[in-house]
């Protein structure tokens, strides 16, 4: 059976790294039942996935002047750039989807801006993007045999839902690998660890839809956009 990215666990031990979600959106994880905080949970897989990218000599990550604007408008920004080292993840994983997206070249042209790479790897607006990318975990998953899915039709609609099967469970158990890679960032980058939380939190919300009003302070444009 395939082995599980650090996305997939830290989604698969989401009462490990979300919290609960007071009067914050939330979501029930598949083996537990729990409720969740959405976006703790989001924030944690994508850094997971970016973060196994590093680990593994796949990506650089680093904190950067950028300049806009021919140089009148600076700022400082996460930036993510490809190396010549790429890693071979699951099809479908937050890792790769990450990775592919390093590489376009309107994230390249943004100084590997970590804003617009995730922007870029959304693709689109949705109506909740933080329940989207949980959505790509579930459907990479699924195609790897690693959650069982059930289809229901209902009128003209199918309805599928996931079930985590015993052997995924027993591949999830073990997360000391994930977790030791998080405190070593946390350690090693103490100051980066906070801004890569909320630049991950603010580039997924950049593609929350226009029917939504809960986050209305939200600048509704693609970051770093001359």
Known sequence: ????????????????????????????????????HLAELVQAALAGALLANVQSGALLLSQREHSRWFGLSKREILSVEPTATPHD??????????????????????????????????????????????????????????????EERKLLLVVRSYEVPPETLALSRDTRGVTAMLDQFKTSRPHLWPVLLETLKKAVLLRQGLREIDYMDVQKEPPDEA
């Open 89 to 150: 993840w699951p099809a479908g994983t937050l890792e790769a989807g990450l990775l592919a997206a390093a590489a376009q070249g309107e994230v390249r042209k943004e100084s590997g801006n970590l804003e617009r790479l995730i922007y870029a790897w959304l693709k689109t607006s949705y109506d909740d993007p933080f329940a989207e990318v949980v959505a790509r975990i579930q459907s990479g998953l699924a195609v790897r045999g690693l959650l069982r899915v059930n």
């Open 1 to 36: 059976m395939s082995q599980l990215t650090p996305s997939e666990l830290i989604y698969l031990n989401g009462e490990q790294f979300a919290g609960d979600p007071r009067a914050s959106r939330r979501t029930r994880l598949l083996h537990s039942g729990r409720v969740v």
